[in-house]
């Protein structure tokens, strides 16, 4: 049985002040009922590292650069990250692809170097509204996959996917439970077709996930949590979602 995750994506919100509200919060609740990650901007791995020493919940990245190391003026390593007890990093969220025009095999790499490093990628695919009504969506998700399959290997049982249709990140426009049920489907059986070993990776769920909708998401046979945007900035319904986890397929 797949262990449920929820990771929050908090973006580029927070302060020192609005953090320590929130993460305390996230610390004094009960001990939660799936794995819990939240992925803070860079500047405050720190501040999150020392706050959620020894909770059970782990401390995560939004992005970490392609290169190693190098002369790379603003960019954070997968290593670097890892100094600050980072066991995740988000890579390829569809904002980092569509903004900082980062392609497939960008976000392969970034990959590569985050399992290189210790940590579990969450690796982002979605297609965009006019590909769903064009009758892309398989194409293009399947393209984003398999650039991240063919780099990885055998690799790709250790990172977890995130379906994360673009028209429904930020917008309050939720797939509902059976699209992404058919999405995550798809997904998993084009990982399993890699690399039989991946029949158990990890795939969530993001876009408009609020706390009166995980549950029937989280429910689904083949999502196994979420990645939440807007809803992990509140302590009140990121915990609500995260209990939503419970619900199980
Ligand atoms: P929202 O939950 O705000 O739609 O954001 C989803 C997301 O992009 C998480 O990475």
Same mark, same amino acid.
């Given at each position: 049985?797949?262990?449920?995750?929820?990771?929050?994506? %908090?973006?580029?919100?927070?302060?020192?002040?609005?953090?320590?509200?929130?993460?305390?919060?996230?610390?004094?609740?009960?001990?939660?009922? &799936?794995?819990?990650?939240?992925?803070?901007?860079?500047?405050?791995?720190? /501040?999150?590292? !020392?706050?959620?020493?020894?909770?059970?919940?782990?401390?995560?990245?939004?992005?970490?650069?392609? #290169?190693? /190391?190098?002369?790379?003026?603003?960019?954070?390593?997968?290593?670097?990250?890892?100094?600050?007890? &980072?066991?995740?990093?988000? *890579?390829? #969220?569809?904002?980092?692809?569509?903004?900082? &025009?980062?392609?497939?095999?960008?976000?392969?790499?970034?990959?590569?170097?985050?399992?290189?490093?210790?940590?579990?990628?969450?690796? &982002?695919?979605?297609?965009?509204?006019?590909?769903?009504?064009?009758?892309?969506?398989?194409?293009?998700?399947?393209?984003?996959?398999?650039?991240?399959?063919?780099?990885?290997?055998?690799?790709?049982?250790?990172?977890?996917?995130?379906?994360?249709? *673009? %028209?429904?990140?930020?917008?309050?426009?939720?797939?509902?439970?059976?699209?992404?049920?058919?999405?995550?489907?798809?997904?998993?059986?084009?990982?399993?077709? #890699? #690399?039989?070993?991946?029949?158990?990776?990890?795939?969530?769920? !993001?876009?408009? *996930?609020?706390? +009166?909708?995980?549950?029937?998401?989280?429910?689904?046979? +083949?999502? +196994? !949590?979420?990645?939440?945007?807007?809803?992990?900035?509140?302590?009140?319904?990121?915990?609500?979602? *995260?209990?939503?986890?419970?619900?199980?397929?």
């Amino acid at each position: 049985m797949r262990r449920k995750m929820v990771a929050g994506n %908090w973006k580029m919100h927070g302060s020192l002040a609005a953090n320590k509200v929130l993460l305390d919060a996230l610390v004094a609740a009960p001990a939660p009922v &799936c794995d819990v990650v939240v992925c803070v901007p860079g500047p405050y791995l720190a /501040q999150a590292q !020392g706050l959620l020493a020894g909770t059970a919940i782990n401390l995560g990245a939004q992005d970490c650069s392609a #290169h190693e /190391q190098g002369p790379y003026t603003g960019e954070v390593s997968a290593n670097m990250l890892r100094d600050f007890a &980072c066991g995740h990093v988000i *890579v390829g #969220h569809s904002e980092r692809r569509a903004s900082f &025009c980062e392609d497939d095999s960008t976000v392969a790499i970034k990959a590569q170097r985050a399992l290189d490093a210790g940590m579990t990628p969450i690796v &982002c695919v979605g297609e965009t509204l006019e590909q769903r009504e064009h009758g892309q969506t398989e194409a293009v998700v399947g393209t984003q996959l398999d650039a991240v399959f063919m780099l990885l290997g055998q690799r790709i049982h250790q990172i977890v996917l995130a379906y994360e249709p *673009v %028209w429904a990140i930020g917008t309050g426009r939720t797939a509902s439970p059976m699209q992404a049920q058919q999405v995550h489907a798809f997904i998993r059986q084009r990982a399993i077709r #890699h #690399h039989s070993n991946a029949v158990g990776i990890r795939l969530l769920y !993001g876009g408009s *996930v609020k706390p +009166d909708n995980a549950a029937e998401l989280f429910a689904q046979p +083949d999502i +196994d !949590g979420g990645l939440i945007g807007g809803a992990s900035l509140k302590a009140a319904d990121f915990l609500a979602v *995260v209990d939503a986890a419970r619900f199980s397929a």
